[in-house]
């Protein structure tokens, strides 16, 4: 039996991702086995290697308009608490991370400031008011 639950995202920048996962510590990998539950695996496009027994499986979303989805075994938590309910610490830098890249794309000044209940300030500075 499957442990494996996948949840829609609005990821659309791998690279964008890959950043996100270096600020956390992580590494996304290419063609690498998801680790779950009793030893299960699962094949998938890409995998955030996380530091417990589990990974997270990135994969392309069913409606091919570009996202794609996590999948991840949440059983007995060590994914919860490397990066928080439902993602939220990977997910929370991606976009940072995302936010960025455009930003400097447009040829903005970026400044980021970590608060003290673990939010993210993000100024962006530049261009015409």
């Given at each position: 039996m499957s442990h494996?639950?996948?949840i829609q995202t609005q990821v659309r920048d791998l690279e964008a991702l890959r950043d996100a996962c270096a600020e956390l510590g992580l590494e996304l990998k290419t063609k690498t086995p998801c680790r779950g539950y009793a030893t299960q695996t699962r094949k998938c496009g890409h995998t955030i290697v996380l530091k417990g027994p589990y990974d997270i499986a990135v994969d392309p979303s069913e409606g091919k308009d570009g996202t794609y989805g996590f999948s991840t075994d949440w059983w007995r938590?060590?994914?919860?608490?490397?990066d928080g309910e439902n993602y939220g610490r990977l997910l929370q830098s991606y976009g940072v991370s995302k936010t960025m890249r455009e930003a400097r794309a447009r040829g903005l000044r970026t400044h980021r400031r970590v608060e003290q209940d673990g939010s993210i300030?993000?100024?962006l500075e530049g261009g015409r008011l």
């Open positions: 494996f639950t996948t938590g060590p994914v919860a608490r490397e300030l993000l100024t």
